[in-house]
């Protein structure tokens, strides 16, 4: 014991440093690496993304315990969360709040009856997109009503058609995201396990936001560095 409390006396200063660590990456904001591409081209497979745990809720460090409620997730935030029904974290953007009407034909995404705009980009001008990231088919500008602009990316090129020959969701039927739930996707909807997958999602799964990318490594290209992607702001 007394070698205990002479060990603790002599790092105090590191022990300290530890536990504010450990409380800062519990409860106020954290970091995590980002290992595949479903929300390419926003975020790619390498960026390390910022997780603001306080735009949401104040919670005990490392429980479910909320203290107090700091805000309510918005259509078109990039939240993270840690999902029961897929049994681990993921990240997604919101598309529908509690309530909300979803349905999607072919490409083109409508919310409450209401059809989202795109516009079709050409390749190059998808400024986050390196040569080796790019992936087939088409990237465009997504608006939905009561959300920011944002990029997707669609296997196909029937981005800005209205096709009902293909495959809708839960077979052309619109679903209604229940009380207290969100209706999340990837913003690379060809390759996403999300809401259309598990449904949507319970309110006290969501963690936090995604504001920033840290830094980014390539991993498609022997990990190297994608200097312009770091600290950049995720839209």
Partial sequence: MRRLKQLIRNNSSL???????????????????????????TILEGDVIWHNKLAYDLKFPFTD??????????????????????????????????????????????????????????????????????????YGLEQIEGSPLHTIHVNTPKLLSYDETYTNLHRGQHVVVPDNHYFLLGDNRGNSADSRYYGAFPRHEIRG???????????????????????SVLQ
């Fill in 65 to 138: 315990v909320k203290l107090a409620s700091l805000g309510e997730p918005q259509r078109g935030d990039i939240v993270i969360l840690n999902s029961a029904s897929a049994d681990k974290r993921l990240i997604k953007r919101l598309i529908g709040l509690p309530g909300d009407s979803i349905s999607i034909v072919g490409d083109q995404l409508i919310v409450n009856g209401v059809a989202a705009d795109y516009e079709l980009l050409p390749i190059q001008s998808v400024q986050t997109i390196r040569p080796v990231d790019r992936e087939p088919g088409a």
């Fill in 15 to 41: 022990i300290l440093f530890i536990v504010f660590l450990a409380t800062f990456r519990g409860a106020i904001a954290d970091w995590h690496p980002v290992p595949t591409g479903s929300m390419k081209p």
């Fill in 209 to 231: 936001k995604a504001t920033h990318v840290l830094l980014s490594l390539n991993l498609l290209d022997s990990y190297k560095p994608r200097f312009e992607r770091f600290f």
